[in-house]
């Protein structure tokens, strides 16, 4: 894995630890929902599993790819960091073919306020270096 991937991988971890930490505001855990986000050909995953409704578990790496999900996100490496900075719009990537959606899109859409919260702290992190 380059530094480039560590780093996104390391810093997505750190973002999702931060933002599905509360049952009472964070979507994946009131919806229940095991969400994976894939960048390829970074070769970094990272998922997030609320389906205990408590508290959410936050894998990488094989244990993150080969877990089942009820989304899976595939995101271009080439776009990634913009993409989390929020200068990407997400329909416009799924268009250009940088962005692809496994499960269900009412569930993906249900998501989208917790984008632009996974978008902030992810900015602070970058910010922070």
Known sequence: MTN???QLEQRL????NMVHSSPETDVVL???LSVTFLFL???????VDGSNGQAASITSG???KTAPSDLTFQIAGDI???FWQGEVNPVQAMMAGQ?????????ALALSPSLKVMQEAYRGLVQQG
Not at 13 to 16: L, N
Not at 41 to 47: E, G, N, Q, S, T
Request: charged share 20%.
């Open 4 to 6: 480039d991937a560590a």
């Open 13 to 16: 971890v750190q973002v999702f």
């Open 30 to 32: 009131k919806k229940r």
């Open 41 to 47: 050909p970074l070769d970094v995953a990272v998922r």
């Open 62 to 64: 094989n244990e993150a």
């Open 80 to 82: 990634a960091h913009a």
């Open 99 to 107: 962005l692809s959606i496994q499960g269900s899109l009412v569930q």
